[in-house]
């Protein structure tokens, strides 16, 4: 069965940091593209950062760039998100997603349980 | 950044209903849509991809089309474990949105 478990969410103050990561059962994550996408407490989806398979092309959403790294060890089967400066608006459930290619362009397809985060003094 | 947009924001259905949901992206996007499927507490899970591929395992109530600017998720003869949040996602760029969600509910 194949599973994604991120782990590393918690209670942080304001300005802090924290290091999300994802660990992968059933599947070689260095095979796949991967995604963070996070979801506030009530409110809808929004995509974080996407990693290539090999760790080489790496994209931020305009609300995290310059605070927040991803990273991966394919040779662990981890992904992380390291969270620097964090704002009230960054509390969320932070999931890890799946790339699955087809036709041409990846898709999310198989999403974590996700961990969640709150920033809060 | 694309912006889709989803409507309606919440919806009211009984068992056995057909139901609806619109997406709209704020620029082209081909086919490049996926749908989801939220319920509480619990992470999305795909139903259908480049717009109305239903992925494996997906009944075939439900069915998805559109291509370009303006989408369709139908779910045929809702069922009670149909009542759920669903989203419209864009993957024509890296810089992925979604839509704000659609909220079906027990009428």
């Known amino acids: 069965e194949v599973q994604l478990v991120e782990s590393g969410g918690g209670l942080v103050q304001p300005g802090g940091s924290l290091r999300l990561s994802c660990s992968a059962s059933?599947?070689?994550?260095?095979?796949?593209?991967m995604n963070w996408v996070r979801q506030a407490p009530g409110k809808g989806l929004e995509w974080v950062s996407y990693i290539s398979s090999s760790g080489s092309t790496i994209y931020y959403a305009d609300s995290v760039r310059g605070r927040f790294t991803i990273s991966r060890d394919n040779a662990q089967n981890l992904l992380y998100l390291q969270m620097n400066s964090l704002r009230a608006e960054d509390t969320a459930v932070y999931y890890c997603v799946r790339l699955r290619m087809y036709s041409g362009l990846p898709f999310d397809d198989f999403w974590g349980q996700g961990t969640l985060v709150t920033v809060s003094s | 950044d694309i912006q889709m947009t989803q409507s309606p924001s919440t919806l009211s259905a009984s068992v056995g209903d057909r139901v609806t949901i619109t997406c709209r992206a704020s620029q082209s996007i081909s086919d490049w849509l996926a749908w989801y499927q939220q319920k509480p507490g619990k992470p999305p899970k795909l139903l259908i991809y480049k717009a109305s591929t239903l992925e494996s395992g997906v009944p075939s109530r439900f069915s998805g089309s559109g291509s370009g600017t303006e989408f369709t998720l139908t779910i045929n003869s809702l069922q009670p474990d149909d009542f759920a949040t669903y989203y419209c996602?864009?993957?024509?760029?890296?810089?992925?949105?979604f839509g704000q969600g659609t909220k079906v509910e027990i009428q």
């Open positions: 059933g599947l070689t994550l260095g095979g796949f593209e």
């Open positions: 996602h864009q993957y024509d760029t890296y810089y992925r949105t």
